[in-house]
């Protein structure tokens, strides 16, 4: 859907995203999709042994591990996506305009990058309880608000010049993300399925005040 939209939009559009989207998707791959391979048959084997008290620990792990790790790469995607962008691809016919749009574009998905990481979190402990109807039905709601907020963010961008109109498409995809990995918390945790173990405010501070920390450095080295 993204792709189709883009592809009404100036040329070079697709690739700009695709680009962007490439930089999302390695620590996506290197943190998401090992968290849900190592999850799952913990999970199926604590669902089996009817221990919620265990069920509930591990996803809590896979959380907090996504926080410690997601956090932080968020922010650097979104501070350096134009150095990472030149650094990868400036080259050949990838001009330093690319650079720009698809630096952009980047900047726009970084805040969901949580989100699509936080989706291989709770989506194994579904499976794990033999139960694939409600992650479906998460997406396809997730799906439904990502192709009105492209529609509508496209619309705005498009109308107004505050950003170039594709970074409408990422920045949709992002809330999608972020709403889908929501929805699927709130089933675990209305199910009974999943409570928050005690010291999220102070993990919440330990994250959050060094990512700041390194985004201001970041900020303070690029402006040098």
């Known amino acids: 859907l993204d792709t189709l939209i883009a592809s009404f939009l100036a040329a070079g559009s697709i690739s700009w995203l695709y680009y962007s989207d490439r930089l999302v998707e390695f620590p996506l791959g290197v943190l998401g999709i090992a968290l849900a391979t190592v999850i799952l048959p913990r999970l199926s084997d604590q669902h089996a ?32 996506a134009e150095p990472l962008m030149a650094t990868l691809f400036y080259r050949g016919e990838f001009t330093a305009r690319d650079v720009a749009m698809s630096a952009a574009s980047l900047r726009a998905y970084a805040p969901g990058l949580l989100g699509f990481i936080l989706v291989k979190v709770p989506a194994p402990g579904f499976f794990a309880r033999q139960d694939a109807r409600t992650p479906v039905r998460s997406g396809l709601i997730a799906l439904a608000l990502g192709m009105a907020l492209s529609l509508l963010f496209v619309g705005v961008l498009s109308r107004t010049g505050w950003a170039p109109p594709h ?33 999220w405010p102070k993990l919440v501070v330990q994250v959050g005040l060094p990512s700041a920390v390194m985004g201001g450095a970041l900020v303070l080295a690029l402006a040098r």
């Open 167 to 199: 970074t409408g498409i990422a920045a949709a995809t992002a809330c999608s993300a972020l709403l889908n990995s929501a929805l699927l918390f709130f089933g675990l945790r209305a199910a009974g399925f999943y409570r928050a173990a005690a010291g």
């Open 49 to 80: 042994q009817q221990s919620n008290q265990q069920f509930a620990a591990t996803l809590d792990w896979a959380l907090r591990c996504t926080v410690v790790v997601g956090v932080p790469a968020a922010v650097g995607l979104a501070v350096l």
